[in-house]
Each structure stands twice: as structure tokens, then as C-alpha cells.
């Protein structure tokens, strides 16, 4: 049976850190349907300016079994919703894998889901985070970090590698090695392969 | 003054098409705006599952100075679309730049704005263009070609290399490499790098 798989809008979120992972479970078909949740069902506008519509709001939002969370400006303000962080940990227990990208991470952090957990999130506003929530162990290093369902990975493009090793995961190698050629996309597989980190003084 | 991008939307578009490039040019506040256009105005589904608001139907599309097109494989279709195709040869006389990813080089093909001239697709469905449009130079091996005011690129993944191009074009080199760090990209900067021709079997 086909996997659930609720990506998450809000408002200013971060187009390529919701369309890069769904580029690669969006092409599973039989395996994964993705539907979008939004504290409100209708359009949500990007940081970027096209709007996306939700399929669902929060309350009729169908069970997932994965959910997606990008991040994006509008996180500085998604964090304060009481309502969808406490949403996000409802949710955390029922799904089998819980994925973010970029700032994203910020809003598990603020559910306290991330609490004794390793992480990561964007290299470029790195110590927003690690001053925020300090009971998560942020992971400087890394394109993307996996602590039992929760994934989290590094700014915007690091979405893509941890979606593919996430398909890798729950399907096969095979599945994966297909969607990266399909999609032309130079996937990289090692998880510790972040130049960023240097690049934004992080190390 | 701004330069406005239309994103062109329709049903079973492929989202990092479309995304990948929208991430770039739409995260240069005061230089480029972003309108997404179709041929009606609405919530248009994409092939990954997720529908996307268009702001403007054709006809009442303000002007526009970039022009973006996906593919997917709802281009099969979009090139019997004549209002579509005689649309893209209109806006093509007052664009400064027409830039098309993957399959969606089909479209601008179908116009017949393409013949004489070199261009670039999707590497796994390259036999459909080859022999449909036979007028159109069609280079093999290319993560991007530029001919004129045309920039076709490869498939999906490939339509950001390209978008870093032309912001590097339009803007400068500085805002490229900028916008390519802080999307943590690994940004393939030379348009002849393409290990997918080999491995799709084109050379």
C-alpha cells in the first residue's frame, strides 16, 4: 500500500526546500502520494512569491505516514504558531519518518521533538538555533543528519540528498539510483559531505 | 527597475523544473518579480501531485522580460495546445531571455521557435525531439545550450545550473555565486558538463 506522504506549507516558506524532495517521492507512484497541509486549506504563499494551495488544514488532514516540513523566512514566524507546532508532535507519533530542510528544523526544535537529538539545519543561520533550542545537539557539520524517524538536513539544495537516502531507505538503492539519473541531479550520497559548513565559518 | 519572470504552469508540469529555477530568481528582491501564468488563471496540478496557483491566464499576463518554461509529462499534451504554442511565439518578440528545462524545450520546438537554432532537453527522452522537430540543431551532449535569447537545459535538475547562468548574465557573477551558497548548491558551473548523455546512452 502506498506510503502518505504531507508536505507543509506556510506562509514565506522556501520553494526548493518543499519541491526538491518532492521531485524525487512525487515520481514513486503506487509507492508515495504527497498531499499539502497548511494550517488552512487553500493557497499559501512562497517566500518566492508563487502560491501553492493546500490540499488540507491541519484539523482534516488525512493519517501520513511521512511528513515533510521546508523552512524558508517564514519560520521566524511559524514557530511562534502554538497550534502547528503542537500539531507537528501529534503527528510525530504516528509517522515512521519525519524529514525537514533548512530552517525547518526550527520548528521540531520549538515542538521539542529535536530535545536529545542530533540535528542539523541551514549553515547560514546557524546560531539562531543553536541558541534557541540548546538541548538539541546540532550537528555543525553535515548535509544531513538522521536520529531515529527524524531527519534533518542542511540549507535548501540538501533537501534533495536527504530525500534520496530517505527513498533509499524506505524503498531500495535501485529506486533511488533511478530518480537521481532521471532528474539528471548529481546526488550526493555521503551524509557528511558539506563544504558549506566551512564555507559559512561553521568549522 | 525589476524584471518580471513568468513561470509558466500547466496540468502535469514537473515541479524542480519549475522550482529549482524559481529558488534563484526568486530570491533577488527588486531585481526580479515572479508571475506564474497559464492558460487560465487557477490552481494548476502538477505531475508530483501538488497544485500551483497561476496569477494570470494568457491573455491577461502582464508584460514580461524572462520567460520560463518546465517540461514534464504533461508536455505532450501542452504542444497540441496551438493558444499555448502561439502564445510562447508572441512573448518570444519581447522577452529578454526565454528559458525552457527538460521536455519544456518541446514547447518553444512546437512554436518553431527553435529551428536553425541549437538547443538542449531532457537526456532519457531525447529520440521524441530529435525526430519531431528536425529543424532544430539539438545538441547531445549539454547541461545548457544558449542560442540568442534561448537557454534550453537539460533535464530537471539542470534548469538550475542554467538559472545561475543567467542570473550571472543579467545581475553579475557576485549575486550568482551568492545565491548558489546560500542555497548550499553545488553549482556546476560549465554548460558542457554532462555525464547524463553518457549514461542515457546519446554519445
Known amino acids: 500500500m502506498a506510503r502518505t506522504l504531507g508536505a507543509l506549507l506556510f506562509h514565506d516558506f522556501e520553494v526548493l526546500d518543499l519541491f526538491g524532495p518532492l521531485e524525487m517521492f512525487g515520481n514513486m507512484p503506487g509507492q508515495v502520494q504527497v498531499v499539502t497541509v497548511a494550517e488552512r486549506a487553500g493557497p499559501v504563499r512562497s517566500a518566492q512569491g508563487p502560491r501553492v494551495q493546500a490540499d488540507h ?59 536529545g537529538r542530533r540535528a542539523t539545519t541551514n549553515k547560514m543561520f546557524f546560531s539562531w538555533p543553536e541558541t534557541t533550542w540548546p538541548a538539541v545537539h546540532w550537528v555543525r557539520e553535515a548535509r544531513w543528519v538522521e536520529d531515529g524517524k527524524f531527519w534533518t538536513s542542511s540549507g535548501v539544495s540538501a533537501g534533495i540528498d536527504m530525500a534520496l ?18 532528474t539528471e541531479y548529481e546526488w550526493h550520497r555521503d551524509a557528511s559531505w558539506d563544504p558549506f559548513a566551512r564555507v559559512h565559518g561553521l568549522v
Chains 1, 2 share one sequence.
Open 57 to 115: 488544514g491541519l484539523p482534516d488532514c488525512p493519517r501520513l505516514d511521512l511528513l515533510l516540513i521546508p523552512g524558508g523566512i517564514g519560520t521566524r514566524t511559524a514557530v511562534e504558531n502554538a497550534r502547528l507546532t503542537s500539531w507537528l508532535a501529534e503527528r510525530a507519533a504516528e509517522v515512521e519518518v519525519m524529514m525537514t530542510v533548512c530552517t525547518g528544523t526550527s520548528l521540531l526544535a520549538q515542538a521539542g521533538l529535536l530535545d
Open 165 to 182: 537516502a530517505v527513498v533509499a531507505r524506505l524503498a531500495d538503492q535501485q529506486t533511488a539510483d533511478f530518480l537521481a539519473t532521471a
